[in-house]
């Protein structure tokens, strides 16, 4: 197995769409040997897996659709279930089931039902992906590469978390958001901590705006937004979900070999500069 080698086989979760889509298809292209796709919308799982078809590079690449939702402990440990005795191991595992909050109001006036609503699927249902998962890959053998530097092992499997830029920082009237995402960094660096002597790494991904449903449909709300990227961001621009998907691939490749516990900002400059506004 060279060093920059996905041959594997890899879950998504969120698959059907936004980050998780598009890490779907990166995957795909960088030699992934089998993919389970799991969203809440089965049919958006469906046509991601149609169209990775055309971007897979491995001669026997393989799809799985699996319908889950994340804050069920059940549905989740089904998925994992299914997945090993389809595939007989996880070796890399994206966490990319997320939702926001539709209403914005100061922390004082924020919905309880908001909150609940966001921390069963952001915080609850990450941490139930990441224990099950985790479980799956101690059961696991461990794999090794060969590099310049000889042969390396490079554990029993990887675990990336989508997280957010307000994974460190705060958002005005995104209360819920702001406090789920920054429990994927908690979540991640202790998954990180506990189980590397396991062989598992643990990262996160924590990317500013990107061109997703969720954002969009947030442009559509507060026109100001797109002002605003173009004020603060230094690209002027949003993320393309590719670019995230991208990032999370060579965390998950052997290439990344010794980190874990981290979280990447990708912000285009966001953080070089958020003094001056």
Known sequence: MAKNSIDGVVLITGAGGGIGQQAVYSFAEAG?????????????????????????THPDFR?????????????VQKMIDVTVKE?????????GAGIDHLSNEPFAEA??????KVMSVNTKGLMLCVRAEINAM????TRKITSRSGERDIGRGVILNVGSANSYAGLPAKMAYTV??????????????????DGIRV??????????????EECRRNPTVMQMVEGIVPLKRMAEPEEIADV?????????????????IIDAGVTLTVHMH
């Open 138 to 141: 101690l059961a696991q053998e």
């Open 248 to 264: 999370i691939v060579f965390l998950c490749s052997p290439s990344a070999s010794y980190v874990t516990g981290t979280g990447i």
């Open 203 to 216: 990262n996160a991904v924590c990317p500013t705006w990107v061109r997703t449903p969720m954002v969009e």
């Open 87 to 95: 595939f007989g191991r996880i070796d890399y595992a994206v966490n």
């Open 111 to 116: 919905s309880i039902e908001d909150f609940d």
């Open 32 to 56: 992934a040997r089998a993919m389970i796709l799991a969203d809440i919308n089965e049919e958006n799982a469906q046509k991601a897996a149609e169209t990775a078809r055309k971007y897979a």
């Open 180 to 197: 789920s995402k920054h429990a994927v960094m908690g979540l991640t660096k202790m998954a990180a901590l506990d189980h590397a002597a």
């Open 63 to 75: 799809t799985l659709i699996i319908e889950v939702d994340v804050a069920d402990a059940e549905s």
